[in-house]
């Protein structure tokens, strides 16, 4: 019943009693820069990546999902959280999902540091190790482009999850969008991370981000409850990748991507319920024997869910 009032309250231009307890007017301010208390969430984390020729011809697509649980806890010293990966599972094409055993109740620490790296210059504190030697359930080794989407779902969730949702200190963040219709150029814009991961992807490897933006779209209801509609978008993105897949034969990918999606935030508690995105990216991969040239066009799509401790329990 809650909902459908909260729905209604949407539709005449504010929420009434039954979502918040008082009432905001739609052009009203609101407050998206609340920091979460500290507990124990829980996530469901889905992306299917679709490749294509550069004539449009589909190639085949692999799908990655995981669980993951996240504890900031009561008390603790600094703003790190540690997280639990619950399940993580592979599907290429239509097969069937594969678990890969060594990622099954995994715990790192994620890092919050101004420059997004921890002390070994790993991008929020995901370890690189981890990723360098994926089995999957028959034991066989994961190829190096399917163990580096592995370690890239941890680095989506943060970045989706904390570093848009969060407020930003020191530069734009979601703390500055305080009416619908605000957008702002993000801290983010124009930084160039590294991506090297191992023996993987090599030292030099960057992403450089375009004029990421935010914009407060709207407000909108997930899982029953009043959300702030924030949609992100990367502007022209590119990347440098620089790969030897076996001793000696060294090779490098050049590329452009552009992604956007939308932030379901609560309204009354701060917390992230719901992520969309889309990815379109193009790349070149430079070989030094014949064909010399590979091209590759990718879309990504993610969706990343709040859910219950039984849902995350059961490996939903």
Not at 23 to 33: I, Q, R, S, T
Not at 69 to 93: M, T, Y
Request: glycine share 10%; proline share 7%; hydrophobic share 35%.
């Amino acid at each position: 019943m809650k909902r459908y009032a909260c729905m209604l309250a949407l539709a005449l231009g504010g929420f009434t009693a039954a979502c918040l307890g008082q009432k905001v007017p739609l052009d009203g301010e609101f407050d998206l820069a609340k920091k979460s208390r500290p507990e124990t969430r829980f996530f469901r984390q889905e992306t299917t990546v679709f490749h294509f020729s550069p004539d449009g011809a589909p190639k085949g697509s692999e799908t990655y999902r995981m669980t993951l649980k996240c504890i900031q806890e009561e008390g603790s010293a600094g703003p790190d959280e540690r997280c639990i990966c619950g399940r993580f599972e592979i599907r290429l094409g239509d097969n069937p999902f594969m678990e890969l055993p060594s990622m099954r109740d995994w715990t790192y620490i994620f890092k919050r540091t101004p420059s997004g790296l921890d002390e070994k210059g790993q991008v929020f504190g995901v370890p690189h190790d981890h990723f360098t030697a994926l089995k999957d359930a028959n034991g066989q080794n994961l190829m190096p482009d399917k163990a580096y989407a592995v370690y890239n779902s941890f680095i989506d969730f943060h970045g989706f999850c904390h570093v848009f949702a969060e407020p930003v200190s020191g530069g734009k963040g979601i703390q500055d969008l305080r009416r619908i219709g605000d957008r702002i150029i993000h801290a983010a814009a124009f930084t160039e991370p590294p991506v090297h991961v191992g023996d993987m992807i090599k030292p030099g490897s960057t992403f450089k981000n375009g004029e990421v933006s935010l914009a407060f779209k709207g407000l909108s209801i997930k899982q029953g409850k009043p959300c702030a509609l924030v949609g992100f978008d990367s502007g022209e993105s590119s990347f440098k990748m620089l790969l030897e897949p076996m001793p000696g034969m060294n090779m490098q990918a050049v590329g452009r991507s552009h992604y956007f999606g939308d932030i379901y935030q609560d309204l009354e508690t701060g917390n992230t319920l719901h992520v969309d995105l889309v990815e379109v990216v193009a790349t070149e991969a430079s070989l030094p024997m014949p064909p010399n040239k590979i091209n590759d066009v990718v879309e990504r799509k993610l969706i990343i869910q709040a859910i219950s401790p039984e849902d995350y329990q059961s490996g939903i």
